[in-house]
């Protein structure tokens, strides 16, 4: 059974940073792209940021290209986004998934909440 847990959200000030990090059980991690998605509340979901299944090839939202870092370790199942320069528009509730394009599979975690604010 396909599992993803994120850890890592929480209050961040802004200008400040905080690493969230997804834990992947029950597929096979490296043959999955991976991506973060975020929640605001009374917006959608959006897409902010991705990586390939090497690892070699990530993609950004322009809102958090240069200030969010999305990278994996595929020995440790593990996909991560390191966010610098918190801004209060960043608050949302953040997502993994992971998704496969043929045949087409995707899961998604629970969330993990980040809140920005001093």
């Known amino acids: 059974q396909a599992q993803l847990v994120e850890s890592g959200g929480g209050l961040g000030q802004p200008g400040g940073s905080l690493r969230l990090s997804c834990a992947a059980s029950g597929f096979t991690f490296s043959t999955y792209g991976m991506s973060w998605h975020r929640q605001a509340p009374g917006k959608e979901r959006e897409l902010v940021a991705a990586i390939s299944s090497t690892g070699g090839t990530a993609n950004y939202a322009h809102s958090v290209k240069g200030r969010f870092t999305i990278s994996r370790d595929n020995a440790k199942n593990t996909v991560y986004l390191q966010m610098n320069s918190l801004k209060p528009e960043d608050t949302a509730v953040y997502y993994c998934?992971?998704?496969?394009?043929?045949?087409?599979?995707?899961?998604w975690g629970q969330g993990a909440q980040v809140t920005v604010s001093s």
């Open positions: 998934k992971a998704y496969l394009m043929w045949p087409r599979r995707e899961y």
